[in-house]
């Protein structure tokens, strides 16, 4: 079929089409013209067809017109004897099919608004299928979704080649549908499934697209919340799983543990663990069951074991995990590093958590103490101002610890016993040692850190100093800071005057040298 020139033309053409196509049986043929434009290279003929194909398949999905039931394949059908009408609608959901394939693969067009039209004219057809369904129930009531259809869209958004983060940000409207939710969950779950299955490397392409969409995914706090469906139905049966909550809660697990099974890329890893804590942990079925991915992430060290601290905390306190070594390994997060990673203010929040129960050991509180006030000679003045009133908290938590900084009666120290080098905190012999470093401290130039460091000079307070305000305190916000100060109208500076540029009167350099 020759189309006219223009976007005009084509839509006019386009929709001679349809009308024939609707308007009798006979022009049946005319779906292949439709169908071929979707197969075009100018986008702007593309954007019509699949305007057409919407308009036509919907029109006809409304009126009945497509085989309902086991699809038989086209060839047996035309060559046996079953009426024309069967024949016709076949036929025609052959065609159907054909057209949301080639939707499937619009998905992956170069122009956005392509990818934009095709999600959109998908998800209609998902839609008028569920209002209309293509297969026939196996029993009254029983729930139909178009499943096959569905799981189309959810392998487009998935791809493996392209990155699909703004077009998965417009599917993410469609979630807030209680049951595109869930199908979407157990969609993700069979393509992760079907694309790790025997492949030696996943592309990270696919890792973010897979995580961009299972982080989109948010259940509601109660099942009365269930109330928004895409597809409308006349009633709701309470056979239905997905209008429990509790189903929703298992396809959530399932999705994750699907997706966290796997050896992730560590950015991949880093986002997780960020979102774990509050999007994750709440809606699983079973929370216990992140134990593996979390102990195996808090191994890891770094940033990552940062991270993991979060879930682990709630696993700790809410669900009773027993963690072998626990404080151990938060004491060897403890390097230089701690105080310009990223997730600083986290990790300080969560240690001072772990740290906040008066069963704890003294000999592990020194530790932790000492090892802190040993980074702090080396830290910049926006972590100190937060580290020594930590410090400082843990010997008001702990009074045994207080031998730290007044022991009356000790020997006296030629030499730290304490051993920066030792993992075990146990081994480490803090106990034995001082916190020699906040008086050394109090030298810092900066005037607030050595106001800071003085606290240890006289007896502490019984309430602590919360350090919440100061776990996101950052250097531009103490020189914002500084520069506000108003100082001294006057500051005596030389107590002799300068006499000229070669220094003080009676100077050696003005002894010997002069400016001529």
């Keep these: 079929m020759e189309l006219e020139a223009g976007p005009e033309g084509a839509r006019r053409a386009l929709g001679r089409l349809v009308e024939a196509v609707l308007a ?11 169908l071929a434009v979707l197969q075009s290279e100018d986008q702007e003929e593309i954007q019509e067809a699949v ?26 059908v035309m060559a046996g004897s079953q009426g024309a009408t069967r024949k016709y609608k076949v036929w025609m959901r052959h065609r159907y099919h054909s057209c949301c394939n080639r939707l499937g693969e619009l998905l992956a067009y170069p122009s956005f608004q392509v990818k934009e039209l095709a ?32 799981k189309l869209v959810v392998e487009g958004l998935l791809s493996l080649e392209e990155d699909h983060s703004l077009l998965l940000s417009q599917f993410r409207e469609y979630l807030e549908h209680d049951d595109i939710r869930y199908h979407t969950m157990q969609a993700a779950s069979d393509t992760v499934a079907r694309v790790t299955d025997g492949r030696p490397e996943v592309p990270l392409t696919f890792w973010n697209n897979a995580f961009t969409l299972l982080s989109s995914v948010s259940l509601p706090r109660q099942e009365s919340d269930l109330s928004s469906f895409y597809i409308k139905h006349a009633r709701l049966s309470d056979k239905w799983k997905v209008i429990h909550l509790k189903e929703h809660r298992k396809a959530f697990q399932v ?8 050896q992730l890329p560590l950015r991949i890893c880093k986002k997780v663990l960020v979102i774990m804590h509050d999007s994750i942990l709440p809606h699983l079925a079973q929370p216990t069951l992140m134990i593996d991915f979390l102990t195996r992430a808090y191994d890891i060290g770094g940033a990552i074991s940062l991270l993991a601290l979060n879930g682990l905390f709630i696993l700790i306190h809410k669900h009773n995990l027993e963690y072998p070594d626990f404080y151990r390994k938060l004491y060897s997060l403890l390097d230089p590093s701690v105080f310009h990673v990223k997730y600083r203010a986290r990790f300080f929040h969560l240690a001072d958590l772990f740290l906040s129960s008066s069963h704890l050991p003294a000999y592990l509180v020194a530790a932790f103490a000492k090892r802190l006030a040993r ?10 101002l937060m580290v020594l009133p930590f410090i400082c908290n843990l010997l008001r938590r702990h009074p045994a610890c207080r031998v730290l900084v007044h022991r009356p009666r000790g020997p006296e120290l030629d030499a730290d016993p304490y051993d920066p080098e030792e993992e075990d905190p146990a081994q480490s012999r803090a106990l034995e040692s001082s916190l020699w ?3 050394a401290l109090q030298q810092h130039y900066h005037p607030e850190v050595s106001k800071a460091a003085s606290v240890i000079n006289q007896a502490l307070s019984v309430p602590e100093v919360s350090i919440a305000p ?6 531009f916000e103490i020189f914002e800071r500084d520069l506000k100060k108003k100082g001294p109208e006057s500051v005596p500076l030389e107590f002799i005057p300068a006499q000229g540029l070669l220094g003080r ?3 050696l350099c003005a002894q010997h040298f002069t400016l001529s």
């Excluded at 009798?24 to 439709?34: C, L």
Aim: with cysteine; hydrophobic share 45%; aromatic share 10%.
């Design 24 to 34: 009798s049986r006979g022009e049946a043929n005319a779906v292949f013209d439709i």
């Design 51 to 76: 305007h057409a194909c919407s308009r036509l398949f919907g029109a006809l999905l409304a009126r009945g017109e497509l085989f309902v039931g086991q699809l038989p394949s086209e060839e047996m």
């Design 119 to 150: 999600l959109s004219t998908l998800m209609k057809f998902v839609q008028l299928e569920g209002a209309h369904p293509l297969e026939k129930p196996k029993w009254e009531g029983n729930y139909l979704f178009p499943r096959q259809l569905f």
């Design 255 to 262: 999705m994750w543990l699907g997706f966290l099974k796997h």
């Design 375 to 384: 980074l702090a000679l080396t830290a910049p003045p926006e972590a100190l």
């Design 437 to 439: 470093e906040l008086q």
């Design 470 to 475: 100061l776990l996101e305190l950052t250097a």
């Design 505 to 507: 009167r009676d100077d």
